[in-house]
């Protein structure tokens, strides 16, 4: 079933095979790539990228969705929970909150307003006790969003060289924010 969800300026759906293009072009510019462990600078990584959140959709009925501007519906990045398996920080089977969006369109609180969507989501429609966030230290646009929706810092922690910050919000915590 194609799932389309909505906010005031967005809609949020799957990400499909056919976002290729417009998921490189979102891509575009010197700095959207710098903290992200997956850069994505050909069609090929956009194509291989997208493959892999279709996948992790069908698997775990949740995944990152593509943001598309309801004004001209131009995609303008992505946005949502992921159940990780992988381990993170030393934990392993929780959902995160992950999301980027093109250059052109930072600052318009459009990353604050599809997180505060998936939060809700997240907590109040698939029930989660918590969900976690994690970001490069340096990375102040991430960590200033993250606490600005209601996370709440726990730990600090290495990922190579780099040092990261662990986050997790629960229920209460999100509603006290809204
Ligand atoms: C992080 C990111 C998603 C934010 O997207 P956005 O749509 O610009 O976010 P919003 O406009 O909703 O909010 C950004 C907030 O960060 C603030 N901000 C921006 N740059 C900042 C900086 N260098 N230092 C501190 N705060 C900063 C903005 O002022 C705004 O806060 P405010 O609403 O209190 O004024 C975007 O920068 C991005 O895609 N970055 C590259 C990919 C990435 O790093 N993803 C996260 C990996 S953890």
Redesign the pocket.
């Known amino acids: 079933m194609f799932q389309e969800l909505t906010t005031e300026r967005l809609l949020l759906r799957p990400l499909i095979s056919s976002d290729t293009k417009a998921f490189l072009e979102m891509h575009s510019g010197t700095?959207?790539n710098?903290?992200?462990r997956n850069p994505i600078l050909t069609l090929t990584d956009a194509e291989n990228y997208i493959h892999k959140i279709i996948s992790e959709h069908q698997k775990n009925g949740i995944a990152r969705f593509a943001v598309i501007l309801k004004e001209n519906e131009e995609l303008i990045?992505f946005s949502g929970l992921k159940f990780r398996t992988t381990e993170e920080n030393g934990y392993s089977n929780f959902y995160d909150l992950?999301?980027?969006?093109a250059e052109k369109?930072?600052?318009?609180?459009?990353?604050?307003?599809a997180a505060k969507f998936w939060l809700s989501y997240g907590l109040h429609t698939l029930k989660l006790p918590k969900i976690h966030a994690?970001?490069?230290n340096e990375?102040?646009?991430?960590n200033?969003?993250l606490e600005?929706v209601g996370f709440k810092r726990s730990n600090q922690y290495m990922v190579n060289i780099t040092l990261h910050n662990w986050y997790k919000i629960k229920k209460d915590e999100f509603e006290s924010q809204i």
């Open positions: 700095k959207i710098r903290f992200l990045g992950g999301y980027r969006f369109h930072w600052n318009k609180g459009y990353a604050t307003e994690c970001a490069d990375n102040k646009a991430s200033h969003l600005k």
